[in-house]
C-alpha cells in the first residue's frame, strides 16, 4: 500500500496527528507566555506571545489585553530605559522587529503584518555612534503592510491609517490616509 493510499483511507490518522500537534503547540506558547511574564514582561488578559519570540529588557514592556507577539518577533533596545508600551487587540505577526530604544507606543486594535521593522534610534552617519533615541506613537486601528520600515525620525502614525506593504515611513502619517512606497508617499484618503 502506498503512502497516499494510506492516508485517504485512514484521514482520521492525519487529522489526529494534526489535531495533537497544533494542541502541542498551543500548549508551548502558553507556557513560553508564563515565561516572558515571570522574567517581567506585564500582560494583560489573553495575550499571547509565541514561541520563538526574542525579548530584551523584559521589564520594560507592558502589553494589554487579547494581544499576540507571532514566533520570530524580536523586541530589543539599544539602551536599557526604551519603553514598549502595547495597548489592547494588537497583533505582531511573525519576522517583525520592534525597536524601543527610543520609548514605542501602539495603540489599539494596531496591525503590524510580517516581517516589517519599527526603529526608534538612529546613529546617524556613524553606525558605531552612540543612538540618538526618538519616541514614536502608532495610533489606534492603523495597519502597517508586510515588508514595511518606520524608520526613527517620526514622531507618529495617525489613527485609522494604513501603510503599504514594502514601504518605506521616512515623515509623519496623518489620520485616515494610505501611505506606499519608498519613501512612503500619501496616496489616498480613507
Given at each position: 500500500m502506498?503512502?497516499?493510499?494510506f ?8 487529522g489526529?496527528?494534526?489535531?495533537f500537534t497544533?494542541?502541542f ?12 511574564r515571570i ?10 506571545i ?15 489585553d ?12 539599544e539602551?536599557?530605559d526604551?519603553k514598549l ?33 519599527v ?5 546617524g ?12 506613537i502608532i ?12 524608520l526613527s525620525g ?13 514601504s ?20 489616498k484618503?480613507l
Amino acid at each position: 500500500m502506498r503512502l497516499k493510499d494510506f492516508f485517504q483511507k485512514n484521514g482520521y490518522v492525519l487529522g489526529f496527528f494534526r489535531l495533537f500537534t497544533r494542541s502541542f503547540i498551543k500548549v508551548l506558547h502558553v507556557l513560553n507566555t508564563t515565561r516572558w511574564r515571570i522574567m517581567g514582561v506585564k500582560l494583560g488578559k489573553s495575550s499571547i506571545i509565541q514561541v520563538g519570540t526574542k525579548i530584551e529588557n523584559p521589564k520594560q514592556i507592558i502589553i494589554g489585553d487579547n494581544c499576540l507577539i507571532a514566533s520570530g518577533t524580536v523586541i530589543d533596545s539599544e539602551k536599557n530605559d526604551g519603553k514598549l508600551i502595547l495597548k489592547n487587540n494588537i497583533q505582531i505577526n511573525k519576522g517583525v522587529r520592534l525597536d524601543h530604544t527610543g520609548n514605542l507606543v501602539i495603540y489599539d486594535n494596531v496591525l503590524v503584518s510580517e516581517y516589517s521593522t519599527v526603529y526608534t534610534h538612529s546613529h546617524g552617519h556613524n553606525p558605531r555612534s552612540n543612538p540618538v533615541p526618538q519616541s514614536l506613537i502608532i495610533r489606534e486601528k492603523t495597519w502597517i503592510g508586510s515588508h514595511s520600515i518606520i524608520l526613527s525620525g517620526i514622531n507618529e502614525i495617525g489613527s485609522n491609517s494604513i501603510v503599504a506593504s514594502g514601504s518605506i515611513v521616512t515623515k509623519t502619517i496623518g489620520s485616515k490616509s494610505v501611505y506606499g512606497g519608498n519613501p512612503a508617499k500619501y496616496i489616498k484618503s480613507l
